[in-house]
């Protein structure tokens, strides 16, 4: 079936560094979701991409599609505290199909 | 305005014994609703989903299984929990389409011991 691959697993940052998590298809995907789950919390809806080549942007974060529809990434420029917790792009066929998130990890 | 209630919060069963976790949904008709498991540090694993009454599809064959007695509940059972069954098990709905996003209760954080 349709998978999607997320990378890194990990991320490590100095508050005040950038953050970048990728997903990518094997096949084209109709759109793409990000989701933010804080430590201890559930994932909660950030962004729908659905044009090739969209960019969208929410203050700090910067949501990419490709223009194939294959691949997205998020990235967020100089990381908060706030933005700590796992980062999940999922892709729609008819339900939602998961990538495995990406978990933003602030170094003390 | 649509909510999504989930219950317990957390739960400590002892192997072997029953389960049962609750979702509805409020605010929306004829939702999806999916529950999903989530071990520690780890993804999103789809266990049953549903379109509809009594329409459930399971995803992974196992321990539990899923009912939908009403269009807004969606409920996760078990005759008989094993040490696996033990992670953080979320409810979510979506309406339908394949545009809508996914909307997800607090999280039932299960300890099997």
């Known amino acids: 079936g349709q998978q999607v691959m997320q990378i890194p697993q990990y991320q490590h940052v100095q508050e005040g560094e950038d953050f970048t998590t990728y997903c990518n298809s094997s096949t084209t995907l109709s759109n793409i979701q990000w989701y933010k789950q804080r430590p201890g919390g559930h994932p909660v809806f950030l962004i729908q991409l659905v044009k090739s080549g969209e960019v969208k942007k929410q203050k700090r974060l910067t949501f990419q599609f490709g223009e194939a529809k294959k691949n997205s990434s998020l990235h967020i420029t100089a990381t908060q505290t706030t933005d700590v917790g796992t980062y999940f792009c999922?892709?729609?066929?008819?339900?939602?199909?998961w990538g495995a998130g990406t978990k933003l990890i602030i170094k003390p | 305005s649509q909510t999504i209630h989930q219950w317990p919060a957390t739960l400590v069963q002892p192997v072997g014994s029953p389960l049962s976790l609750e979702c509805t949904v409020e605010?929306?008709?004829?939702?999806?609703l999916y529950w999903y498991r989530q071990a520690a540090g780890r993804g999103l694993q789809l266990l049953f989903y549903?379109?509809?009454?009594?329409?459930i599809s399971s995803e992974v064959p196992q321990n539990l299984s899923a009912s939908r007695p009403q269009d807004r509940q969606f409920i996760l059972s078990s005759k008989k929990l094993l040490l696996s069954d033990s992670g953080f098990y979320l409810c979510a709905w979506s309406g339908r389409g394949q545009w809508t996003e996914a909307f997800f209760g607090q999280g039932t954080r299960l300890t099997v011991v």
């Open positions: 549903s379109v509809g009454i009594g329409q």
């Open positions: 999922a892709a729609t066929n008819y339900q939602l199909i």
């Open positions: 605010g929306t008709s004829n939702p999806n």
